[in-house]
């Protein structure tokens, strides 16, 4: 029996109870909000499933382990908030530039990155939320942010949990 899907852009805080008859969302789900006309709740598989996977072979120095090797898959953090349709004029260059995405991960770690640095007339950078790492699924885990660009990997942030899109005033 599948598992009824919440409504976009509702989850409750991780070990909220369901009401009653019905089923919480899984603990490794990732909410897409802020200013976007859909806002949504993802999980590892919807990540897998509905958008293209894009491989990434990283290499990030790890300040006590020296240089650490993965391999990350799955989809690009630009074509998952497209989905959700910031509220910005895609025509005006200077109007996507304005827009802010904050990765809030379950250890409480948080990252910024800025539109432009994943917009194909800027920074193209292939940003990735990844649905595996090293061949293995993060489905447990949840889905992981990787900037296959950055030297070290401060700005990889492990189960994520929040994707907020926004503007700066």
């Known amino acids: 029996m599948s598992r009824p899907s919440p409504a976009p852009g509702t989850t409750a805080p991780p070990g909220t109870p369901a009401p009653p008859g019905t089923s919480a969302p899984p603990r490794t789900a990732l909410t897409l909000r802020g200013e976007v006309a859909c806002p949504a709740s993802l999980t590892v598989a919807d990540l897998r499933e509905r958008w293209e996977q894009h491989r990434a072979e990283v290499v990030f120095h790890c300040a006590t382990s020296g240089p650490r090797h993965h391999t990350f898959e799955g ?3 630009r074509e998952v908030v497209d ?5 910005f004029d895609a025509r005006r260059r200077k109007d996507r530039s304005r827009f802010l995405l904050a990765v809030t991960g379950g250890d409480g770690h948080h ?3 800025s539109w432009a640095e994943i917009d194909a007339d800027f920074g193209n950078v292939p940003i990735l939320l990844a649905t595996a790492m090293d061949g293995r699924s ?3 885990a949840g889905s992981q942010l990787v900037v296959p660009t950055d030297r070290c990997g401060a700005r990889y942030i492990s189960a994520i949990t929040s994707v907020w899109v926004g503007a700066l005033a």
């Open 75 to 77: 989809p690009l953090l």
């Open 83 to 87: 989905d959700a349709k910031p509220v």
């Open 111 to 113: 990252t910024v990155l």
């Open 138 to 140: 993060l489905e447990s």
